[in-house]
């Protein structure tokens, strides 16, 4: 449930969205205007009042209704004042999707599945895996904004491989493998690609170089200047690509060893880029390789 109330502190135009208490996120509309969003392909400036999108960052302009025609004309994604803040509470919901979720929903998700396949839960939970780690496993997959509505699919994966390992880095591994034709077609563009940025084989020999497997799992000692160098690096050749995708958000696409590790290095960065490795890419999915993330001699 959202409850909406009003907050004297706040501006005229002005709302916050509050989770727990504690402010996650803030805009501004414009009642009986419009928002013409520039997505990269605006061909000239509409009147009005300038802004940004709240949701994705984007560049925007606030625009009287009688001005739709004009904004859309010069390629400006129009919206009304009402989906810009229900897209933007959607999207923050999606962000925090994994701090919502409790452990009485997923006691309710898995009550859900027993009614369905209760052999599945009967030989699973809490035998092989309990709730609680169940629960760290979903809320890992939502951080990444990986779907888990194939519950069954999640705990089947779990099933054959919490027996040998209870490292949850490694068993989110194996459950978006078996999600892979999921995960491709989150990611597939208008013209059914999926459009990737790939790394130069030094960068991901160096990231590769820095993991440790010890007792408590596979840690990761690379540098932080190491990491903010190809983090930037990487970065650079998003904002690159992105004006001549069409809308479509790229795929950073790595060897299999090094995803968890590479998307960690980039979240605080690009947040809404998605990390696949190879093992994630279904037969039949075509790939474009959009750009190769190299660093310069002197790096």
Not at 67 to 74: L, N, P, Y
Not at 130 to 149: C, D, F, N, T, W
Not at 242 to 252: D, F, L, S, W, Y
Request: glycine share 6%; hydrophobic share 40%; with cysteine.
């Amino acid at each position: 449930p959202v409850r909406i109330r009003d907050h004297l502190q706040l501006q005229p135009n002005q709302y916050a969205i509050k989770m727990r208490g504690n402010k996650i996120a803030e805009g501004e509309v414009l009642p009986g205007h419009l928002l013409a969003i520039d997505s990269g392909v605006a061909t000239e400036r509409v009147h009005g009042v300038d802004t940004t999108e709240p949701a994705f960052g984007l560049p925007a302009v606030w625009i009287a209704e009688d001005h739709r025609g004009v904004a859309e004309q010069r390629n400006y994604t129009v919206v009304e004042a009402s989906s810009v803040l229900s897209t933007h509470l959607t999207e923050t919901i999606k962000q925090h999707a994994d701090e919502l979720l409790s452990r009485n929903e997923v006691n309710r998700l898995l009550d859900t599945v027993k009614d369905r396949s209760p052999k599945l839960i009967e030989e699973l939970i809490p035998q092989v895996i309990k709730p609680g780690e169940v629960q760290k496993i979903l809320q890992m997959l939502l951080r990444e904004r990986v779907p888990i509505r194939d519950l069954e699919t999640v705990l089947e994966t779990l099933g054959d491989w919490a027996p040998r390992t209870k490292d949850p880095d490694v068993l989110v591994e194996y459950v978006r493998a078996a999600l892979a034709r999921t995960l491709c077609e989150m990611n597939r563009g208008s013209g059914g690609a999926v459009g990737c940025v790939t790394l130069d084989p030094t960068i991901e020999e160096a990231i590769a170089a820095h993991l440790e497997t010890t007792d408590r799992g596979v840690l990761w000692a690379m540098p932080p200047e190491m990491q903010t160098l190809i983090s930037q690096a990487i970065k650079d050749e998003i904002e690159r690509v992105v004006p001549n995708m069409e809308g479509q958000t790229p795929v950073v696409l790595c060897t299999p060893r090094i995803r968890l590790w590479v998307r960690r290095m980039i979240e605080g960065s690009l947040p809404h880029i998605p990390v696949l490795s190879f093992n994630e890419i279904v037969r039949g999915v075509e790939i474009q390789t959009k750009a190769m993330v190299v660093l310069s001699d002197g790096s």
